[in-house]
């Protein structure tokens, strides 16, 4: 399986079904097991955050902490440091899948604002939140178990912040790795790539009013751009224009202005109150873009001039201009071939309209306008997100009661959000946790540790931890980290008693190895979530999991080395 997911010649959630297929007619995976992976709490909470995501992620809150990220650090590269330093941050003291769940919505927004591929950010982002898990017992569910079992054989757990002997250097130099090497690696990798299609222009000129409480009124032209992230071509005061030095022009409350600028951040300024649409121009008519075609009747007319829109009780929102010379008011635009009409209208109106006007309708993706009834649920997507992290309430369940929020107070279409889902990803991760299972419940992973035991020499201590730690880093990518605590610390302890060898590294070791996990999608499901949301492949976990993997074990060897 491992070798058909890295060829990518198969799509990888047909590869995972077949596997699971073939795992139960050799009898690895009994029948009762084989849709267990569909109920499993780590699949659901993945469902419920990419769900979480999709309706956060278009939040005024978001959007607002993602531009002040963006203002405050100069650079993708110092934004990446910023992000990354706080998912690492963060998962020191609340479990990892929560950290990332937190910063998950505010990356897309940062993304969005700079015009960067996700894939950019999101995997150095998950992995930043692995690396700060290792250093504290909160960091990662499978740390509690190795604590669970020092406390078995020594009768005294491991401290908040003991593991950071080991984690801590692993981490900062880790995240130093990360942060490094990611802008050259997903620069000219493949992935790094816009995981949604964009059809059409993303500037559109428009006419809007300043109204009477608007946070523009006494701004100079400038300011206002600035403020607005807009270019103002002209300013009409009492129905005729005025021409002044832009420097020199104060609006006031009144003033019609000709904007130009991308159509979701024109929508935020009007439902903020900043601006508001001009007489006739309903706010929640229905809008559609078209495209002006060669045999169109609206070729060299001007906006104001067109009859068949006012006989339609159709309304031309925005343009998208060819032009690069701009005059006159909204109504002085001359229509030129290939120009995009925002239309605003009734359904049947607008249709009558295209069809008349020679006009094609265009089908476009484009990342959805800020919804401002997501920020109430902000609120409550944070409270889950702390329930889970400090495990007051488990995630499945209070990430379950998020999204329950979020439908009741209209902030998340579950319709849509549904038909967006990654599926395959989710396929993908529910076939391979009863394989998973599988490995741990047919002893194969116990009866390959055993088998290296026998060859451990008995003088060397170092040589004892570096063979745990990297057998938890060789199983921890094809079994979930909390599973591969649980198999191996009893070894571990095995280990100990036959090599005498302290178990205090020994659990450690195993600790840190199964945090070591960024050579899979599946093997942590944070890296699940990202792999669907940035588009990523299979061997882009390899190819820049696989070097972090060997720096990080070389630093944890080196850290141990230091404390034994």
Request: aromatic share 6%; glycine share 10%.
């Amino acid at each position: 399986m491992l070798v058909a997911y890295a060829s990518e010649r198969f799509r990888l959630e047909t590869v995972a079904l077949t596997g699971l297929g073939t795992a139960y007619v050799a009898g690895v995976v009994p029948a009762q097991n084989i849709f267990t992976g569909f109920a499993s709490p780590a699949v659901i909470t993945v469902v419920e955050i990419l769900l979480l995501v999709s309706a956060l992620s278009q939040s005024r809150i978001m959007d607002d902490i993602a531009r002040r990220i963006v203002a405050g650090a100069k650079g993708e590269m110092a934004i990446l440091a910023m992000l990354c330093a706080m998912g690492a941050a963060g998962s020191i003291f609340m479990n990892n899948i929560g950290a990332l769940a937190l910063l998950f919505p505010v990356a897309l927004s940062v993304c969005a604002k700079l015009d960067i591929p996700s894939s950019r950010v999101l995997m150095p982002l998950s992995f930043a939140t692995l690396l700060g898990g290792m250093c504290s017992l909160t960091g990662t569910p499978a740390n509690l178990v190795v604590n669970e079992w020092k406390v078995l054989e020594t009768g005294s757990g491991f401290g908040y912040l003991e593991l950071a002997l080991i984690g801590g250097p692993v981490a900062l130099i880790g995240l130093g790795w990360v942060i490094l090497s990611a802008p050259r690696f997903f620069g000219s990798n493949e992935a790094a790539t816009h995981s949604r299609i964009e059809i059409g222009p993303s500037e559109f000129l428009a006419e809007m009013l300043v109204p009477e409480d608007s946070s523009l009124t006494g701004l100079h032209l400038p300011e206002a751009e600035q403020r607005t992230e807009l270019r103002i071509h002209g300013v009409m005061r009492h129905g005729v224009h005025v021409f002044a030095r832009r420097d020199n022009i104060i609006l006031v409350a009144g003033d019609t202005l000709l904007l130009e600028g991308d159509l979701a951040r024109l929508e935020d300024l009007r439902d903020q109150g900043s601006l508001a649409n001009p007489a006739g121009l309903a706010r929640h008519a229905e809008r559609i873009e078209a495209v002006v075609m060669p045999d169109s009747l609206l070729l060299g007319s001007r906006l104001g001039d067109i009859l068949m829109f006012a006989e339609n009780s159709v309304r031309v929102a925005a343009l998208a201009s060819r032009r690069h010379r701009i005059e006159g008011s909204f109504g002085d635009l001359q229509i030129g071939l290939g120009d995009v009409l925002l239309l605003a209208g009734e359904r049947g109106a607008l249709q009558q309209t295209i069809a008349d006007c020679g006009l094609l309708p265009l089908s476009r993706q484009r990342p959805p306008r800020l919804n401002a009834r997501a920020a109430p649920g902000v609120i409550t997507f944070i409270a889950g997100v702390l329930l889970s992290a400090f495990n007051i309430v488990p995630p499945e369940i209070a990430f379950g009661a998020v999204v329950i929020a979020l439908i009741m107070t209209r902030s998340l279409n579950l319709r849509t959000a549904l038909q967006d889902l990654n599926w395959p990803i989710v396929i993908l991760l529910a076939c391979m946790i009863p394989l998973g299972q599988a490995v741990q419940d047919t002893g194969t992973a116990r009866v390959i540790a055993n088998a290296l035991a026998d060859y451990i020499p008995l003088g060397e201590p170092m040589a004892v931890v570096a063979l745990v730690l990297g057998l938890a880093v060789v199983v921890t990518p094809f079994i979930d980290n909390v599973s591969t605590a649980a198999v191996l610390s009893p070894i571990a302890a095995g280990i100990a008693t036959r090599t005498g060898v302290p178990i205090e590294p020994l659990l450690m070791a195993v600790a840190i190895g199964a945090s070591l996990d960024f050579m899979t999608p599946f093997g942590h499901h944070n890296n699940a979530m990202v792999m669907g949301a940035a588009g990523y492949r299979f061997r882009d976990f390899l190819r820049f999991g696989g070097p972090l993997t060997i720096v990080t074990f070389g630093i944890a060897l080196v850290a141990f080395a230091a404390i034994l």
